[in-house]
């Protein structure tokens, strides 16, 4: 699955705009991303 399609799931499921969950996932996805690059750990319950 890609980030394209992450996007229009939620998009589907949630009736929200594209651009909107487009701009949320990636700053979602640039949080864990910064988190993990300054050694925290990032927990996400029940993925996976």
Known sequence: MTKADIVA???DKLGIEKGDVQATVETFMEEVKSSLESGDNV????FG
Not at 43 to 46: S, T
């Open 9 to 11: 799931k939620i998009s």
């Open 43 to 46: 927990y996400l319950r029940g």
